[in-house]
């Protein structure tokens, strides 16, 4: 069991609660039961219990004195056997009170991967176990009452969709709660568990769809969040999604998903949206169906669907790609790059950017670049735009084309994040976008990777005490009680947690961010420590290329006019 169950007085008022097991699905849950959240609010969040819809929970002492945690609390049913590849399920109801001081397990994925740092998931002194019984949640509340209406942030973690947990040390929230929020994280299914579109399911679906089983479970999450955060003092109707890498693809296709509406008011994405990483048309469903069934068959000589839930989970993980997210029907109904041009997405408020060295950790997969590799490269980079490319990326010496090298996939992302807040303030949300540009210190025996993927979590979660995840590698060690570093990740994090207060970043002591709109067109937010403010952006020849790319790329064969 994830959490231990104590007999309490307060079960009692577990009858009042109603039943979920024997929903069919998130659109059948029950109405909340009113009684038993009156009844369990008697006594405070920390000394408990706290009321869901599912049974009663008690909380424990957070890292930060006043921060009540509840760990591994089920948000949806385990999804194994028959329930594998299915979207979620509601949860199962309890008798008594369930002592929230565990993790919930990990979903399926690979431990202890040969690099830096380790799969920080699975692999850390206090990781939880790895299994397909896995969809739990993690709430940090620094509420005493449930009537605090405090904002909501809920984190989705990166790990190229294939890794990840809520449980993981950087992505803690004690100090985003201390800051007045209400900080969840959870998990969601990797791999080829949680991206996985078969014909049968298809057939079954009531929606004609299948795939995106992981962003099914982010959407089952954020309904338990709708039914259940306000006991913990939360405000339902303020709640802010944040996530990098593949979980910042994955909140922009919620903000651009219908089953999303209502559940889901704010936006944060860091380094990803939905195209992925790179200016790209998403996939389509029929293709990660042949994908899968090629897959299936080389592997297991079988395609059926019921014989290949029959086979232990690890070996699906292990040999059946995931698709990644794609256009299943239904979550994602269409090409987001559709929806977002001709306003069909949520009406939601965003915050998104990206970091300057995005692909500096890049450059350890092959020989070092030369002028040479590069020429040789350039078709396949810039396609029909090859003289934009050169006047992007001037490149004469192999020393200009090892610096260059790495550029492209950084700034490439940059202009995806850009039209991702335009997009939004031109259907009348707030949006703002910045370039984090910060370098931190690394330790002697790392490469020195500058502003890398994934350099800005520890200054988000304001948690630079706790180990990294791959690939930034920043030093703990130095960063730790450092002076300006912490100030630094004080300033980030409350930016983070104000504009998921408000939709607006600013505040006091704050360098003044301005909305988008009010930006040049070469001009971003940079964040960077004792240069925070408006600054020069990627600069007019690369701005052109990608305009450019995109229109080539995905507006074009799209239909989209991208004038």
Known sequence: MHMRTMTTRAALA??????????????????????????????????????????????VPGALEGITVFKGLPFAAPPVGDLRWEQPRPAAGWDGVKVADSWGDSCVQNP??????????????????????????????????????????????GGAYNEGGGSAPFSQGDHLAAKGVVMVTFNYRVGSLGFFAHPELTAASPHGASGNQALGDAIAALQWVQDNIAAFGGDPSRVTIFGESAGAAMNGGLAGAPPAEGLVHRVISQSGNWMGLNIARMTGREA?????????EQNFNTTSLAELRAIPAEEIHAKIPGQGMIVDGYIIPEDLSVA????????????????????????????????????????????ELVEMGRAAYPVSTDEEARATSTMPFGDNMSWLHRQFAEYQAEIGQNAYHYWFRH??????????????????????????CAPRTFPGGSSV??????????????????YWV???RTGNPNGEGLPHWPAVGELGAN????????????GPWLGEAKISLYDAMFKARVAEPLGIDAE
């Open 14 to 59: 577990v009858a009042l609660i109603a039943t979920t097991a024997a929903c069919s699905s998130y659109e059948d849950r029950p109405a909340t039961a009113a009684n038993a959240v009156e009844e369990a609010a008697v006594a405070s969040i920390s000394s408990g219990p706290v009321a869901t819809q599912q049974g009663l929970v008690q909380g």
């Open 112 to 157: 202890a991967p040969q690099r830096f740092p380790v799969n920080s998931a699975t692999d850390m002194p206090d990781s939880p176990g790895i299994s397909e019984d896995c969809l739990y949640l993690n709430v940090w509340t620094p509420a005493e009452t449930g009537d605090e209406n405090l904002p909501v942030m809920v984190w989705l973690y």
């Open 288 to 296: 990660a169906q042949e994908r899968t069934l090629g897959a299936a």
């Open 340 to 383: 977002f041009a001709n306003g069909r997405q949520l009406r939601v408020d965003v915050l998104n950017g990206s970091n300057e060295d995005e692909g500096s950790f890049t450059a350890a997969f092959g020989p070092p670049a030369t002028l040479e590799s590069w020429n040789q490269g350039e078709a396949f980079r810039w396609g």
């Open 439 to 464: 370098d931190p210190p690394y330790d002697a025996d790392r490469a020195n990777l500058g502003a890398a993927h994934t350099g800005e979590i520890p200054y988000v979660f304001d948690n630079l």
């Open 477 to 494: 060690e130095l960063m730790c009680g450092n002076a300006e570093e912490e100030a630094f990740a004080d300033l980030v994090s409350q």
């Open 498 to 500: 104000n504009f998921a």
């Open 523 to 534: 001009e971003a937010m940079i964040l960077d420590a004792g240069n925070t403010g408006v």
